[in-house]
């Protein structure tokens, strides 16, 4: 059998969630983890909402059931398979929804957990969106990508890799790996590590915004 592949675009429906005013000085413009959704996951910014920022909160466009059909449908931002296309279309989703809710004039922080963190990787480098703070957490680092290539775009701008010391995703030889990566990047990235599990801590952010 002779089977061709073909490929065509088409239009998809985004879902993301948002809080806050969109006068608000400090703009945050977060992707979940793998298996996780979005309004979920905003609700672990409710200090920063208190004190007055907006969060914007961005849902990965493959969803499927975690464990069964009777199960809560969760999201992925990609997998292997046809990871290119996958790539391109979540940089383009993610642009439009940046584009429309986050302010020029604000402090922009952008926060992506776990398999988000990797995705906003790619979104940055392939994208340049403007940022004034990055924090990849508990995230991987994409080997795929030439983070020197960042080396004038993100000066002035900071970087933060944080993560839980418990965190059963991150051994010592991936933590070992990823500090390799960074080192060999040339980039100043600040790394934070904490006793914790693979979730984000509210006392972290909190922390990381203080020594901002």
């Known amino acids: ?10 239009a998809r429906t985004g879902v993301y969630y948002s809080v806050g005013e969109n006068t608000a000085h400090n703009q945050w413009f977060c992707l979940h983890g793998y298996a996780q959704v979005a309004d979920l996951m905003i609700n672990k910014f409710d200090k920063r909402v208190a004190d007055g920022d907006k969060v914007v909160s961005v849902e ?7 464990k069964n059909i009777r199960s809560n449908p969760v999201s992925t931002w990609m997998t292997s398979r046809y990871r290119l296309d996958e790539i391109r279309d ?3 989703y993610l642009n439009k929804v940046y584009q429309a ?3 020029k004039e604000s402090t922009k922080v952008l926060l992506g957990f776990s398999q988000g963190g990797t995705t906003m ?16 957490y508990a995230g991987w680092i994409p080997e795929d990508i030439n983070l020197s290539e960042l080396a004038d775009y993100v000066k002035g701008r900071r970087l933060v890799f944080v993560f ?3 965190d059963e995703y991150l051994s010592n030889d991936r933590i ?7 080192d060999r990047s040339g980039l100043d990235i600040h790394i934070v590590k904490y006793k914790g599990n693979h979730s984000i801590d509210r006392d972290v952010i909190e922390s990381i915004l203080m020594n901002q």
């Open 164 to 166: 839980g010391t418990k």
């Open 90 to 92: 979540n940089n383009e």
């Open 101 to 103: 809710e986050i302010s």
């Open 1 to 10: 059998m002779d089977i061709k592949e073909s490929k065509i675009e088409i």
């Open 176 to 182: 070992e790996m990823l500090e390799m990566i960074i």
């Open 121 to 136: 990787w790619r979104w940055i480098h392939d994208q340049r969106p403007d940022f004034d703070l990055f924090i990849n």
């Open 60 to 66: 990965g466009p493959n969803r499927f059931y975690w």
